[in-house]
C-alpha cells in the first residue's frame, strides 16, 4: 500500500508535503475540487479520528516516525514499543513521549507516518491506521485526523456496512463499494471548519481502521477500483440503507429536504414478481406492542428530545394514536399522537426518533402499515404498529441489492437500479 505523504515527500521533497497537506487543511474549496478532478491519483480523506480531544495517543506496530509540518529538522524516528501523547495548552500542541516527558510544544500541525505500513500501522489508542496521522491544536484541544486514500477508506467502510457475503452475493457488495465510494467523494470537505472532511461515525460513515477490513470486502473495493456515481454535478450523494421495506423513500419524505432526480423512491421490485428484493430481509416486516402507559411515556421524552420548546404538561394524557391519511408513498402519512389537549402529527424520519421501541431503540422505519390502539375511559390502554423496513429508506436498499444479486443482476444494474439515472465514471 502506497503511503501518502512520504510518497509525496520522496516524489517532490518537503514542500510538496507541506502544500499538499496545507491544501488538506486548506477547506471545502479545495477538496471538493480535488474530487471532481483527481487527474488520475487516488484522492486523500480525512478522517477525524479524534476531534477536539482532550488528548491522543499514538504509536504503531513497527517504528515510527513524528514530525512537525514546515520545520526543518528531520522527524523523529521512534521505537514500534512507544506510544507517546499529544496534548494541547492555549493553541500549541505538547509532544510528550514515552517516558512522560515533554518533548516540546509547536503552534504548527505535526505528522506521523509509519516505517513499513504494512507490517508496521501506526496506532491511535489500541487501532490501526492505514494512512498517516496529522494533529494540531484548538485551543487546549487536539484533533487528530487520519490522511488515507480513498480505496483504503471504502475498504475499512464497506465491512461495517454489509460485511463479507457468499458469492452469489458478490454483486452487491461491488454495488455498495460503488455507493460508499460516491458518498464519500460527494461529502469531501463536509467537516472542513474542523479541518477534516468525514468523521469516523454513523454521523457518516463508520470507519474501523485495519482491524475492520475483510478480505471478500477488499476485493470487491479493488474490483470497482475508481468507479464512482456521478450526475451533472460530480459524485452523486449516494445514501443507502438496510431495508427499504418494499419501497425506497425520497429526501422529501424523510427528511423534508430537496431530493436529486436519483435519490427518487422505486418499488423495489423487478415488475414481473410482487416479490420486494428485500423480502428476505428479516427486517422486511415488523411488529411492536406497547402498554399505552408505555407508550406514552416514550412519546414525551421523544418528543422532549425532538421538539425543544414542547409542553407536556399542557397536552395532558394520551388519548389516541393513529396514521394521518396517506399521501403517496406510505412514509407520507403523518403518525398522529392525541393527547387531553392538543395533537401532534410525526412526519417522516421524525416518528423513528421520537416513537422509542419497548426496548429503548427507535422504530425501524417511517414505514407504517398499520396502527391500532385500545383505549378504556377516553385513554389509551395499548398500541401497536406494524411497519415494514429497517433505515430511512433513501437510496440503495442494501437487503433489496442483495436480492437482486442473487437474481442475477450485476453490480452495475444494482447501482443504477436505486440510482436511477445517475451515471457510472470510473475517476482513476
Ligand atoms: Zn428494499
Known sequence: MRRITESVRRRHGPLALVALVCGLLGGLG???????????RIPLVRIGLAPEAAEVRIGARGDWFLGVLGAPSRPTRIPATETWILRAESGRLVVIDAGGRRRGTTPDTVFAFPDDLERGPLLCGDQSYRGEFLAWAVGDR???VDA???????????????????ASREAALRAQAIAARSYTLSMMGRWADRGFDLLPTVEDQVYGGLAAERPGCTTAVEETRGLVGVDAAGPIRAFYSSTCGGHTASPEEVWKR??????KGVRDLSGDTEHSFCSGSPFFRWKEEWTGAQFESLVRSGLDRARPGWDQKKHG????????????SQRAAPLRVSFQHGRVDLAGDEVRWVVRRPGGEGLRSALLTSVQMTRR???????RIAGQGYGHGVGMCQFGAMGMAEA???????????????????YY
Open 148 to 166: 488515507v486514500d480513498l480505496e483504503s477508506y471504502v475498504a475499512a467502510v464497506l465491512p461495517l456496512e454489509l460485511g463479507p457475503q457468499p
Open 30 to 40: 479545495g477538496a471538493a475540487s480535488g474530487a471532481g478532478s483527481v487527474g488520475g
Open 258 to 263: 430537496p431530493s436529486a432526480p436519483y435519490l
Open 317 to 328: 394524557r394520551l388519548t389516541g394514536v393513529s396514521l394521518a391519511g396517506k399521501s403517496g
Open 408 to 426: 442475477g443482476y450485476t453490480h452495475e444494474q444494482i447501482f443504477r437500479f436505486y440510482y436511477r439515472g445517475a451515471g457510472l465514471h470510473r
Open 377 to 383: 375511559k377516553g385513554l389509551v390502554t395499548q398500541v
Open 142 to 144: 487536539v484533533t487528530l
